[in-house]
């Protein structure tokens, strides 16, 4: 148990719907990190929050969004769902979020969208 | 994008052999490169990571092993157990990309008892 907590576990939803991931980070860490990853492909890097603002951006759509709350819990929304959305959504965490630490994963929501 | 490749996406071993998989990075500015265990249905979980500045790491039963030259990159895993299955992700890290990681799709290790 990495300490990442992710709800939900699993989702169902039609295309054009929005969801919201909730991701809770390890204790003590300050770092949030958004990743998806699909059947065929490896992990992608969607966004990264430090101490509840953005601190980097990678292939994030922009039906997609995210926020870092003040208790540094951290939500992935998605909308206007499309098929190809259909995925398995790790959250992950780290202290300083600096570029050498290691990020302990959650074990993931996994979304299909129907 | 960047481009981290893994040499054989499925490995068989005998229960009690040495298991080696293999990674492949294209970004020769990469200075950081964990691997990751994934068993199904969890999260990946960190199992060893290097720097550029060094050729090999050891941990408990296992090792990484980098060759900047050829901008590969192995993970050796010792006396191979069954709780070993699982898919394995190589990762790179470089400060020209934004400090982001790039993952590999991963190679599916299977220990026959």
């Known amino acids: 148990d990495s300490g990442v907590t992710q709800t939900p576990k699993h989702l169902i939803t039609a295309t054009g719907q929005r969801v919201t991931l909730r991701c809770s980070p390890r204790?003590?860490?300050?770092?949030v990190y958004w990743y998806q990853q699909s059947l065929d492909q490896g992990l992608q890097f969607l966004i990264q929050?430090?101490?509840?603002?953005?601190?980097a951006k990678g292939n994030i759509l922009e039906r997609f969004s995210a926020q870092q709350f003040p208790d540094l819990h951290s939500e992935l929304n998605l909308s206007s769902l499309e098929l190809g959305d259909s995925a398995l959504y790790f959250c992950?965490?780290?202290?300083?979020?600096?570029?050498?630490?290691?990020?302990?994963f959650g074990p993931g929501t996994r979304l299909l969208v129907l | 994008g960047e481009s981290v490749g893994l040499h054989l996406p499925t490995l068989s071993v005998q229960e009690g052999d040495n298991s080696i998989i293999n990674c492949a990075y294209s970004?020769?500015?990469?200075?950081?490169f964990i691997w990751y265990k994934q068993e199904s249905g969890k999260g990946p979980q960190f199992i060893i990571d290097?720097?550029?500045?060094?050729d090999k790491r050891q941990g408990q039963r296992v090792t990484v092993l980098l060759n900047k030259t050829v901008k590969h990159l192995s993970l050796q895993i010792a006396a191979t157990q069954p709780g070993d299955s699982a898919v394995y992700f190589c990762?790179?890290?470089?400060?020209?990309?934004?400090?982001?990681?790039?993952f590999g799709t991963g190679t599916s290790l299977t220990v026959i008892p």
């Open positions: 992950a965490s780290s202290v300083w979020g600096t570029a050498q630490e290691t990020q302990y």
């Open positions: 204790s003590g860490d300050l770092s």
């Open positions: 929050y430090y101490n509840g603002e953005e601190r």
């Open positions: 970004n020769s500015a990469s200075d950081y």
């Open positions: 290097i720097r550029s500045n060094m």
């Open positions: 990762a790179e890290r470089a400060q020209n990309t934004g400090n982001q990681f790039y």
